[in-house]
T-cell receptor
Framework: AQSVTQLDSHVSVSEGTPVLLRCNYS??????LFWYVQHPNKGLQLLLK??????LVKGINGFEAEFKKSETSFHLTKPSAHMSDAAEYFC?????????????FGSGTRLQVQP | DAGVIQSPRHEVTEMGQEVTLRCKPI?????LFWYRQTMMRGLELLIY????????DSGMPEDRFSAKMPNASFSTLKIQPSEPRDSAVYFC????????????FGEGSWLTVV
C-alpha cells in the first residue's frame, strides 16, 4: 500500500528566508509524487510533480522538490519565502504502475510566513 | 478550459435533509474522483469513476452516501439523510490521458449540516 508522511504539521519562517517542507513516502511500485497547495477557503492547486523523469523537479512560484529514492523522500523547498506562500501544503503519492489512479494525501503542513 | 466545476460552493442544511453535490469534470477526462476534507481525517478518497463506471467506492462512509455518473460530463454525490458529522469540504477532481498523471481539483463544496 502507498502512503506519505509529512514530518511537520506546522512550519513558520520569516519572509525572505528558505522554506523546507518534509515528506517521506512508502510505495510498492515506482511512485508518482506531487505537491499540492491549498490557500485558505480555496481548492487544491498542483505545485509540481515527479513521474520518474528528472529527480529535481521545478514547480510554480519558485518551488522545487528532489526525489531521493534511497531516502524515500520528496522534500519541498523554496529559496526565499513570500507572504503569499502562507498556505497548507500536501505531499501526495500515486502508484502509477498499479492502474489505480487515485491519490493518497499526506496530512498536510501549514506554512506560516512572518513579516 | 474552465476546469472542474462544482456546485454548490457553500451549503447549510438541517440534519435529516438530503444533500446533492454536483460536479462537471474537465472535458475529455475519463476519471472522476470525489474526496472529502475534514480537520480530523484530512483528505479522504470517497469514490472514483473511470468512463462513468464506479471503480472503487471503498471510501464511501456508509449507505447514506451515494454517487452517480450518468454521463462523461456530470457526477453527483448524494447524502440522505444528512448528519452533522457529514460537515466537510467535498472536492471533485478529474484526470485524463495526456495530463501527465495530474489530477485537477475543483474549488470544493463547503457543506455544513446543523
Amino acid at each position: 500500500a502507498q502512503s506519505v508522511t509529512q514530518l511537520d504539521s506546522h512550519v513558520s519562517v520569516s519572509e525572505g528566508t528558505p522554506v523546507l517542507l518534509r515528506c517521506n513516502y512508502s510505495s510498492s511500485y515506482s511512485p508518482s509524487l506531487f505537491w499540492y497547495v491549498q490557500h485558505p477557503n480555496k481548492g487544491l492547486q498542483l505545485l509540481l510533480k515527479y513521474t520518474s523523469a528528472a529527480t529535481l523537479v521545478k514547480g510554480i512560484n519558485g518551488f522545487e522538490a528532489e526525489f531521493k529514492k534511497s531516502e524515500t523522500s520528496f522534500h519541498l523547498t523554496k529559496p526565499s519565502a513570500h507572504m503569499s506562500d502562507a498556505a497548507e501544503y500536501f505531499c501526495v503519492v500515486s502508484d502509477q504502475n498499479t492502474g489505480r489512479r487515485a491519490l493518497t494525501f499526506g496530512s498536510g503542513t501549514r506554512l506560516q510566513v512572518q513579516p | 478550459d474552465a476546469g472542474v466545476i462544482q456546485s454548490p460552493r457553500h451549503e447549510v442544511t438541517e440534519m435529516g435533509q438530503e444533500v446533492t453535490l454536483r460536479c462537471k469534470p474537465i472535458s475529455g477526462h475519463d476519471y472522476l474522483f470525489w474526496y472529502r476534507q475534514t480537520m480530523m481525517r484530512g483528505l479522504e478518497l470517497l469514490i472514483y469513476f473511470n468512463n462513468n463506471v464506479p471503480i472503487d467506492d471503498s471510501g464511501m462512509p456508509e449507505d447514506r452516501f451515494s454517487a452517480k455518473m450518468p454521463n462523461a460530463s456530470f457526477s453527483t454525490l448524494k447524502i440522505q439523510p444528512s448528519e452533522p458529522r457529514d460537515s466537510a469540504v467535498y472536492f471533485c477532481a478529474s484526470y485524463g490521458q495526456g495530463t501527465g498523471n495530474t489530477i485537477y481539483f475543483g474549488e470544493g463544496s463547503w457543506l455544513t449540516v446543523v
